[in-house]
């Protein structure tokens, strides 16, 4: 099995940034397209931004396009997400997900395999 771990959540200031980072177990990491998804309370778990396994292919949500950078170190089983310019509306909890069969589509939850517990993430106003 694959274990992935988030951290780098806290609480920020509106404008703030803060730096997401996952580590997920496993030789074949660099092998898999990784995702970071959100869900802030009564909310639905939505998509945030992905990438391919060789870095070729990021997406975002128009929400956090602009502000958001999702990266990758294959070498330390790291994905990265770095958010800049932080609002209120970006309050939620943060998950990290690793595909490993099928087709990926990047934006759909359904198509990630691997999941971890998630890292709270909150901005003031």
């Known amino acids: 099995q694959v274990h992935v771990v988030e951290s780098g959540g806290g609480l920020v200031q509106a404008g703030g940034s803060l730096r997401l980072s996952c580590v997920a177990s496993?030789?074949?990491?660099?092998?898999?397209?990784m995702g970071w998804f959100r869900q802030a309370p009564g909310k639905e778990r939505e998509f945030v931004a992905a990438?391919?396994?060789?870095?070729?292919?990021?997406y975002y949500a128009d929400s956090v396009k602009g502000r958001f950078t999702i990266s990758r170190d294959n070498a330390k089983n790291t994905v990265y997400l770095q958010m800049n310019s932080l609002k209120p509306e970006d309050t939620a909890v943060y998950y990290c997900?690793?595909?490993?069969?099928?087709?990926?589509?990047?934006?759909?939850?359904?198509?990630?395999?691997?999941w971890g517990q998630g890292t709270q993430v909150t901005v003031s106003s």
């Open positions: 990438i391919s396994w060789n870095g070729g292919s990021i």
């Open positions: 496993g030789r074949t990491f660099s092998n898999y397209p």
């Open positions: 997900a690793a595909q490993s069969t099928g087709r990926w589509i990047a934006t759909r939850l359904e198509r990630y395999d691997y």
